[in-house]
T-cell receptor, first 116, second 116 residues
Framework: EDQVTQSPEALRLQEGESSSLNCSYT??????LFWYRQDPGKGPEFLFT???AGEEKEKERLKATLTKKESFLHITAPKPEDSATYLC?????????????????FGTGTRLQVTL | SAVISQKPSRDICQRGTSLTIQCQVD?????MFWYRQQPGQSLTLIAT?????????ESGFVIDKFPISRPNLTFSTLTVSNMSPEDSSIYLC?????????????FGPGTRLTVT
């Protein structure tokens, strides 16, 4: 069974204080690892898909990296508007063209608060 | 990207009643996904809806409780039947875009359901 564990559960940073969020996973053949941002009362906002170990992607102050066991979301010089819950999800590589092949398994997220 | 809308955005329902949630996507997609996010928990896939065929349900979810329709390639509905307070959740519609080694999965804004 695919599993995703995110840490820490909550993180409080001062503006400009860089840090990293962790996503550890076990999956029977990784097809993709997804990062999302979710604001209260809203649906998840897509950030990145990573496909293989060693891959990195960047968007503004966010940089996602991937190894065979975990992914990190690095936040450089965060601002208060970066405050949100960050979700990680994995998609397994499975045969056929069924819905199961595209299922995302989510972690419980990291609640990030950035203060002035 | 994908523009996904859901109706209603929120509702308060009495136990024993049913609610149908609509999901509209801005362009055609093969598969649409329905997720549930219970209070304080992460997202869990309910089912996958393919146009022209019956939905595929994940373990723990059944068609009698969560019937799904997929009349065309841009629209789907999820019905939550015979509701109980345990069904209070956010229900999210999702689509995947892309293929091969470049794809992304997008979510709608969600429907917040409270069952009293």
């Amino acid at each position: 069974e695919d599993q995703v564990t995110q840490s820490p559960e909550a993180l409080r940073l001062q503006e400009g204080e860089s840090s990293s969020l962790n996503c550890s996973y076990t999956v029977s053949g990784l097809r993709g690892l997804f990062w999302y941002r979710q604001d209260p009362g809203k649906g998840p906002e897509f950030l990145f898909t990573l496909y293989s170990a060693g891959e990195e992607k960047e968007k503004e102050r966010l940089k996602a990296t991937l190894t065979k066991k975990e992914s990190f979301l690095h936040i450089t010089a965060p601002k208060p508007e970066d405050s949100a819950t960050y979700l990680c999800a994995v998609q397994a590589r499975k045969g056929g063209n069924t819905g199961t092949a595209s299922k995302l398994t989510f972690g419980t997220g990291t609640r990030l608060q950035v203060t002035l | 990207s994908a523009v996904i809308s859901q109706k209603p955005s929120r509702d308060i329902c009495q136990r024993g009643t049913s609610l149908t949630i609509q999901c509209q996507v801005d362009s055609q997609v093969t598969m649409m996904f329905w997720y549930r996010q219970q209070p304080g928990q992460s997202l869990t896939l309910i089912a996958t809806a393919n146009q022209g065929s019956e939905a595929t349900y994940e373990s723990g979810f059944v068609i009698d409780k969560f019937p799904i329709s997929r009349p065309n390639l841009t629209f789907s509905t999820l019905t939550v039947s015979n509701m109980s307070p345990e069904d209070s959740s956010i229900y999210l519609c999702s689509v995947q875009r892309g293929s091969g080694r470049s794809y992304e999965q997008y979510f709608g804004p969600g429907t917040r359901l409270t069952v009293t």
